[in-house]
């Protein structure tokens, strides 16, 4: 496939439509101008210009990103973090986007996911079913304190 090189009128009004699809970080908007050979001070105008014109904004990412992964995938704060980390997206953003997250649903959705996994597994005594559930708990990304009080109720 042919690469598609943008003018900067183009990337403007692509880039405008791309971050309108759905939010996006600063990380994957500056990716795509470069997939296009959008780079050094064109591509900082382009990002500037959408920051201003509100098509994007970081902290409404990591918000939008945070209660979206929390509640369609069951994911923990840890995978958030690690993930948003990835998405090179600012502290400050991901401690506001943590925000999002009601501490009682925390527990409900974990209650839930470890309830389900409790009765599809098998396990061979009481400490397989205390690794099994709490690796899956970790995997899912959610802090072991809050994994070993919720075993203990289910």
């Known amino acids: 496939m042919k690469k598609q090189y ?10 405008q439509k791309y971050c309108a699809l759905q939010e996006r970080c600063h990380q994957e908007v500056r990716f795509k101008l470069i997939e296009h050979s959008i780079y050094g001070d064109i591509l900082e105008e382009l990002i500037a210009d959408l ?12 918000k939008t990103y945070a209660r ?12 958030i973090i690690h993930e948003l980390k990835l998405r ?20 409900q959705i974990l209650k839930k996911i470890i309830e389900k996994k409790n009765t599809s597994t098998t396990f061979k005594n009481q400490f397989d079913r205390l690794k099994k559930l709490t690796d899956f708990a970790l995997s899912k990304g959610y802090e072991y ?3 070993q009080d919720v075993i203990k109720t289910v």
Do not use: H, P, Q
Not at 6 to 15: F, K, T, V
């Open 51 to 62: 920051i201003t014109n509100d098509f994007l904004n970081e902290e409404r990412f990591a």
């Open 6 to 15: 943008w003018s900067r009128d183009e990337a403007l009004l692509n880039i």
């Open 68 to 79: 979206g992964k929390f509640r369609m995938k069951n994911w923990g704060k840890n995978k």
């Open 145 to 147: 304190e809050i994994i």
């Open 88 to 107: 090179k997206v600012s502290n400050y953003c991901i401690n506001e986007a943590l925000k999002e997250i009601d501490e009682n649903d925390y527990i």
